[in-house]
């Protein structure tokens, strides 16, 4: 299938690696130009230098940390009126006790996955709507679905901001605009070996033992191929998905049980 996206622009957050990067290739291949967003300048570097070889479309870079403010407002300086916005928080999910976190470990959480995509989409899609042509693409995780526990933080950020996109989108998809977010589960990526590795140690335990554990959790048996959300971001971003919107889409390999 033709996504329709040839020559667009997109600004992908987290973009040096893991599903952000997926995402950032998927669309490259489909002729959309980049603007990649990370917090390591030498690894964004790397990426856009591959990416552009591969695919022979632009690509740029801004080295930010995106859960700053300020940050946030230099980067939509520099890429103001991008065609596709990915938000992808690059702050890992990682387990704490809410009767032991402070204000101020509550206010980063809400930062780095609630303010910070807000600030992105809210910038952004006057101009998309103007266009008459916006998509976003909100990576999240699965278990938003089915709270675990040691993660209210994670979940009040990513909840909240699931539940100001669901009423933004109605005033925004008569102007070809649509934001949905994807719901990733166990992917093969740095960022979920990390994870791995530290429930391994907190739990006394082996990595070889926690990736087990994790396996059997998973109908699919495996853990994803980072390509397969880049895939589906990509296809979240195309002209033809103008009537979809304000959707949670889980891709976990059949972890989550529910019908909704």
Same mark, same amino acid.
């Given at each position: 299938?033709?996504?329709g996206?040839?020559?667009?622009?997109a600004l992908?957050?987290?973009?040096?690696k893991?599903?952000?990067?997926?995402? @950032?290739l998927?669309?490259?291949?489909?002729? /959309? &130009?980049?603007m990649?967003?990370?917090?390591?300048?030498? $690894?964004?570097r790397? +990426?856009?230098t591959?990416?552009?070889d591969?695919?022979?479309v632009q690509?740029?870079?801004?080295?930010?940390?995106?859960?700053l403010p300020?940050a946030?407002?230099d980067?939509?300086?520099?890429?103001?009126?991008?065609?596709?916005?990915?938000?992808?928080?690059g702050?890992r999910?990682t387990?704490?006790n809410?009767?032991t976190?402070?204000?101020?470990d509550?206010?980063f959480?809400m930062?780095?996955?609630f303010y910070?995509?807000l600030?992105?989409?809210?910038a952004?899609v006057?101009?998309? @709507?103007?266009r008459?042509f916006?998509?976003? /693409? &909100?990576?999240?995780?699965s278990n938003?679905k089915?709270? $675990?526990?040691?993660f +209210?933080h994670?979940?009040?950020?990513?909840?909240?901001?699931?539940?100001?996109?669901?009423?933004?989108?109605?005033?925004?998809?008569?102007?070809?605009?649509?934001?949905?977010?994807?719901?990733?589960?166990?992917f093969?990526?740095?960022?979920?070996?990390t994870?791995?590795?530290?429930?391994a140690?907190?739990?006394n335990t082996?990595y070889?033992a926690i990736?087990e554990?994790r396996?059997?959790?998973?109908p699919?048996?495996?853990?994803a191929?980072?390509?397969?959300?880049g895939?589906?971001? @990509?296809?979240l971003?195309?002209?033809?998905m103008?009537?979809?919107t304000?959707q949670n889409i889980?891709?976990?390999?059949g972890?989550?049980?529910?019908l909704?």
């Open positions: 299938m033709q996504l996206v040839s020559g667009r622009r992908i957050c987290g973009g040096s893991g599903l952000g990067h997926a995402a @950032a998927a669309l490259a291949r489909e002729g /959309v &130009n980049l990649l967003v990370a917090r390591s300048e030498d $690894q964004l790397a +990426a856009a591959a990416l552009a591969e695919t022979g690509v740029d870079i801004f080295a930010a940390d995106l859960s300020d946030r407002r980067l939509l300086a520099a890429c103001p009126d991008p065609d596709i916005l990915v938000c992808n928080p702050v999910q387990p704490d809410f009767r976190m402070s204000r101020a509550w206010d959480w930062e780095a996955h910070g995509p600030d992105l989409i809210r952004v006057p101009g998309m @709507a103007s008459r916006g998509r976003v /693409v &909100n990576i999240s995780v938003i089915f709270p $675990q526990v040691n +209210a994670s979940h009040a950020a990513r909840v909240g901001l699931a539940g100001a996109i669901a009423s933004m989108v109605r005033e925004l998809v008569k102007d070809n605009v649509v934001i949905n977010s994807v719901l990733p589960g166990f093969d990526t740095d960022a979920l070996r994870n791995l590795h530290g429930h140690a907190r739990g082996t070889e990736v554990d396996l059997k959790m998973t699919a048996g495996r853990f191929d980072p390509a397969e959300c895939d589906l971001i @990509a296809f971003c195309s002209a033809q103008g009537y979809m304000g889980v891709i976990d390999g972890v989550y049980q529910g909704f």
